[in-house]
C-alpha cells in the first residue's frame, strides 16, 4: 500500500497515453522510498522500476485482454487437433469465387505479399456488390475454420487460408490463388471449381439478386436513406428474374422509390426492414399491374458510376464468358447458353479409364471433343 508523502506537478513530463501533464510523487511503501510520475487526467502511473505496477483503468483493462487472449490461444491450440481442415477442391463453388475475388488483386508472382489476408486493409474495396453480403461470407468461412485468425484477438482482422491443396497442408497464397485461377479463368481446361451446374446456377442467382440489392442501395443514399435486403425481398426478386431481365427490375425498383420519395413513404432508418418491405410491396404492385394491363417493362441499363465488384466481374465476364447482355435478358435464356457446357464438364467420364481428368473442345453449334489427361483417349460427341 503506498503512502504519499508529496506530490507535485511537473509540467516537462507528459503522459504516455493521453499526453496530459503529470505529477512526480514521492511516496512511501513498507517503509521503503517509493517515486513515479502520476497523470493528472487519466491517473496513469510510470515508475522507474518494473517491480511496481500501474492500476489506472486503461492499464487494468489490457492486461485483462492480455489474459483473455492467452486463454483464448490456448483454447485453440487445444481444439486445432479437432478442426476439420477442408481440400481447396471442397469448397463451395460460391465461397471459391469469394476467396478468388479477395485474392486476385492481392496476389501476384512478381510482386511482394503478405501469407494472409489483410481484411482491414481491402474490406471497403468492391470484392462483392454489397458490404452485407460481403460480411455475411466472411463470417461464414471463419466459421467453417476456412479463414483463421492471425492474432488472438477478439476484434482480429487478418485471417490465414486454412485449406489442403493437392493434399498438402499450409500451401502458400501464390498456390491457392495460382490454383483459383485456373479452374474460374482456363476456360475450364485445367479443371472445374462446381460440382454441379446447378451450384453454378444458384450462385449465378445469388450474385445477381446481391446486384439488385446494391443498385437500390446506391439509390437511396443520394437521399440518405438505409435499405438491405432481406430474406422475402431476396425470394421476390428471385420470381422476378425468372420472367424479367435484371436490367427491367432495376427499372421497376427505380419507378418505385421515386414514387416512394416523392410521397414521403421511406423512413430514414431502415428498422425491422420498413423500407425493404415498403419497396417489396409497391414493386409487386406495379408488376401485377404490368400483367394485368400488358405493359411493356422498359430495361434500365446497369448505372456506370456503381462500382462493379471483383465477383460479379469474375462470375459473369471471365467464368461464365457473358457481357453486359447479363442484365439485360432473364437468367433462363442467359442459362440456357451456359448449362450444356457445364452440365458436360460435370457429368462426363473417359469412356476408356472413367478419368474426370478432361480437356473439352467444345462448341455449341456442332460438337464437343474429349480429350483424357489421364490415358490420352479422345471423344467426339456431335450436338447436331
Known amino acids: 500500500m503506498l503512502q504519499i508523502l508529496q506530490k507535485q506537478l511537473d509540467e516537462s513530463s507528459y503522459c504516455p497515453l493521453c499526453q496530459a501533464s503529470m505529477y512526480y510523487v514521492e511516496a512511501e ?91 482491414e486493409v481491402i474490406k471497403y474495396h468492391p470484392i462483392t456488390p454489397n458490404y452485407y453480403f460481403q460480411s455475411q461470407l466472411l463470417n461464414q468461412l471463419v466459421k467453417d475454420n476456412v479463414l483463421t485468425p ?41 479443371g472445374i471449381p462446381f460440382k454441379t451446374a446447378e451450384e453454378v446456377k444458384n450462385a449465378l ?19 440518405g436513406i438505409q435499405i438491405s435486403g432481406n430474406k422475402n425481398f431476396q425470394a421476390f426478386c428471385y420470381r422476378l428474374m425468372d420472367s424479367l431481365a435484371v436490367g427491367q427490375i432495376f427499372y421497376l425498383i427505380q419507378t418505385a422509390l421515386e414514387y416512394l420519395h416523392k410521397n414521403k413513404a421511406l423512413q430514414v432508418r431502415n428498422d425491422n426492414f420498413i423500407n425493404t418491405n415498403i419497396l417489396k410491396k409497391t414493386v409487386q404492385q406495379y408488376r401485377e399491374r404490368a400483367l394485368a394491363e400488358k405493359w411493356e417493362t422498359s430495361t434500365l441499363p446497369r448505372p456506370p458510376n456503381i462500382p462493379f465488384s471483383r465477383m460479379s466481374e469474375i462470375l459473369f465476364y471471365r467464368f461464365l464468358g457473358y457481357d453486359e447482355n447479363i442484365f439485360f435478358q432473364p437468367v433462363w435464356k442467359s442459362w440456357k447458353k451456359i448449362e450444356s457446357r457445364l452440365n458436360f464438364y460435370s457429368q462426363k467420364r473417359c469412356m476408356y479409364c472413367g478419368s474426370n481428368e478432361l480437356t473439352v473442345d467444345y462448341d455449341a453449334e456442332n460438337y464437343v471433343t474429349l480429350f483424357c489427361r489421364n490415358c490420352k483417349h479422345q471423344d467426339h460427341y456431335f450436338t447436331q
Not at 491450440?77 to 460460391?94: A, G, P, T, V
Not at 500451401?171 to 476456360?187: A, D, M, V
Not at 439478386?209 to 437521399?223: A, D, G, L, S
Open 29 to 119: 511503501e513498507f517503509e521503503k522510498e517509493v517515486s513515479f510520475h502520476q497523470c493528472s487526467h487519466c491517473n496513469h502511473q510510470v515508475f522507474q522500476n518494473e517491480q511496481h505496477t500501474c492500476h489506472c483503468e486503461t492499464c487494468q483493462n489490457k492486461r485483462k485482454k492480455l489474459i483473455k487472449e492467452t486463454r483464448l490461444q490456448e483454447a485453440r491450440k487445444y481444439q486445432k487437433k479437432d478442426h476439420f481442415e477442408f481440400d481447396l477442391n471442397q469448397l463451395s463453388f460460391l465461397h471459391k469465387l469469394f476467396l478468388l475475388s479477395i485474392l486476385d488483386n492481392q496476389v501476384h508472382e512478381n510482386t511482394t505479399h503478405q501469407e494472409f489476408i489483410d481484411w
Open 150 to 190: 492471425k492474432d488472438f484477438s477478439d476484434d482480429a482482422h487478418q485471417y490465414y487460408v486454412n485449406v489442403r491443396l493437392d493434399g498438402y497442408s499450409e500451401p502458400s497464397l501464390f498456390s491457392i490463388t495460382t490454383q483459383l485461377r485456373h479452374w474460374f479463368y482456363e476456360n475450364l481446361s485445367l
Open 205 to 223: 442467382y445469388v450474385v445477381l439478386y446481391q446486384e439488385i440489392v446494391q443498385f437500390t442501395q446506391h439509390y437511396c443514399r443520394t437521399w
